[in-house]
T-cell receptor, first 114, second 114 residues
Framework: KAGVTQTPRYLIKTRGQQVTLSCSPI?????VSWYQQTPGQGLQFLFE???????NKGNFPGRFSGRQFSNSRSEMNVSTLELGDSALYLC?????????????FGPGTRLTVT | DQQVKQNSPSLSVQEGRISILNCDYT??????FLWYKKYPAEGPTFLIS?????DKNEDGRFTVFLNKSAKHLSLHIVPSQPGDSAVYFC?????????????FGTGTRLQVTL
């Protein structure tokens, strides 16, 4: 069974630009969560999508948004990029999102904002 | 406010000895705790978990201890192996009802030396 895939793996953007990251969950998984990993903050929860609906949201500004498609693939968008948005963005999928230990993470997208 | 804290950013242990990774939390509502392991260029992978109704959970070389009164948990790896070298994140949640309410610590980098 293929794991969680994320594209692109690396990205360099300039302040003020926008970016879209993509996540393909494990086949059959309906829940996709997004996390931001930075050295000082660890992994911070951005949001979770389940069956195309945002079910939970973390404490991030409205510049961070996402969506999920009918095939469970998810995209995350960051508008008006800031230097502080440089981070590793991880997505995780789970079957139903009902058990916290059943999340499977992708390798992440490393975003650098210059 | 960091609700889950891993105060040691790094730890070096000799092969064959015990590795002890520590984690403290401040939110008394947390009742489910997990450890994840992360290799470079890969996403975190689930290692072991413990519910607040227990004070110990063991899985092979890995044991997690929970001290609710001290709001402290620890991961013991015995014996440590070079392949255990990775970043370890502890995480906590309130219940296990949704996969997305995980709060992570900042991670501890474990290096197992020969």
């Amino acid at each position: 069974k293929a794991g969680v895939t994320q594209t692109p793996r690396y990205l360099i953007k300039t302040r003020g630009q926008q970016v879209t990251l993509s996540c393909s969950p494990i086949s059959g998984h309906r829940s996709v969560s997004w996390y931001q990993q930075t050295p000082g903050q660890g992994l911070q929860f951005l949001f979770e999508y389940f069956s195309e609906t945002q079910r939970n949201k973390g404490n991030f500004p409205g510049r961070f948004s996402g969506r999920q498609f009918s095939n469970s693939r998810s995209e995350m968008n960051v508008s008006t990029l800031e230097l502080g948005d440089s981070a590793l963005y991880l997505c995780a999928s789970s079957l139903m999102g009902l058990a916290t230990y059943e999340q499977y993470f992708g390798p992440g997208t490393r975003l650098t904002v210059t | 406010d960091q609700q889950v804290k891993q105060n040691s950013p790094s730890l070096s242990v000799q092969e064959g000895r015990i590795s002890i990774l520590n984690c403290d939390y401040t939110n008394s509502m947390f009742d489910y705790f997990l450890w994840y392991k992360k290799y470079p260029a890969e996403g975190p992978t689930f290692l072991i978990s413990i519910s607040s109704i227990k004070d110990k959970n063991e899985d092979g070389r890995f044991t997690v201890f929970l001290n609710k009164s001290a709001k402290h948990l620890s991961l013991h790896i015995v014996p440590s192996q070079p392949g255990d070298s990775a970043v370890y994140f502890c995480a906590a949640s309130v219940g296990t009802g949704t996969a997305s309410k995980l709060t992570f610590g900042t991670g501890t980098r474990l290096q197992v030396t020969l």
